[in-house]
């Protein structure tokens, strides 16, 4: 069984500010790392990948990973209501096959 | 037109009955997914396929199957429903990204009620 932990609970921020969520994985050997997207009643939406140690941005979101500790964050800068959602991370462990973690959610409060 | 379509969207059915969802690409993906969506436990993957002739068990795939009729069409069933597959479903494709690798796209989803 592949780990995947999201573990912090809800997330509340302010409009404007920084929300910043943490992943970690179980599998070592894992190479590549996803971040979707879920609004309420509405289906996954893949908003970030990164496959190599460090920071990748795209747009307002930044994610980070760290295949030594074996955890993967994403930051949003500039939170706006329309980042209200939740968030999951995704890890491939082999053979494009994903596991996911169970998901934090972001309400930004205007 | 969306790229992956489900259908149908929301479904109530009785124990015991045999349902099917469906899911169609328009995006050319070789690769298809199943997956079922349950409040507290994640996403979890029932089958999936590289391609017609390729079809592989998930982490979850007990009391369900799939059909592989085409590259664009990959279908579900649950030959006998039972209350607890009460769930959201997802299918998804998936192709090489910008970056080289696989990446992975969510249909609508179908909603399925078993009493």
């Known amino acids: 069984q592949k780990e995947v932990e999201q573990n912090s609970g809800p997330l509340s921020v302010p409009e404007g500010a920084i929300a910043s969520l943490n992943c970690t994985y179980s599998?070592?050997?894992?190479?590549?790392f996803f971040w979707y997207r879920q609004y309420s009643g509405k289906s996954p939406e893949l908003i970030m990948s990164?496959?190599?140690?460090g920071d990748k941005e795209d747009g307002r979101f930044t994610a980070q990973l760290n295949k030594a500790s074996q955890y993967v964050s994403l930051l949003i800068r500039d939170s706006q209501p329309s980042d209200s959602a939740t968030y999951l991370c995704?890890?491939?462990?082999?053979?494009?096959?994903?596991?996911f973690g169970k998901g934090n959610q972001v309400v930004v409060i205007p | 037109d969306a790229d992956v379509t489900q259908t149908p969207r929301n479904r109530i059915t009785k124990t015991g009955k045999r349902i099917m969802l469906e899911c169609s690409q328009t995006?050319?993906?070789?690769?298809m997914y199943w997956y079922r969506q349950d409040p507290g436990l994640g996403l979890r993957l029932i089958y999936y396929?590289?391609?017609?002739?390729?079809?592989n068990k998930g982490e979850i795939s007990d009391g369900y199957s799939v059909s592989r009729q085409a590259q664009a069409k990959f279908s579900l069933s649950l030959e006998s429903a039972i209350p607890n597959q009460t769930a959201l479903y997802f299918c998804?494709?998936?192709?090489?990204?910008?970056?080289?690798?696989?990446?992975?796209?969510f249909g609508p989803g179908t909603r399925l009620t078993v009493t």
């Open positions: 599998d070592r050997v894992s190479q590549s």
């Open positions: 396929s590289f391609d017609v002739k390729d079809i």
């Open positions: 995006k050319g993906h070789d690769r």
């Open positions: 990164i496959y190599s140690n």
């Open positions: 995704a890890v491939n462990y082999g053979n494009n096959r994903l596991a």
């Open positions: 998804a494709t998936s192709d090489v990204g910008r970056e080289g690798t696989y990446e992975q796209y």
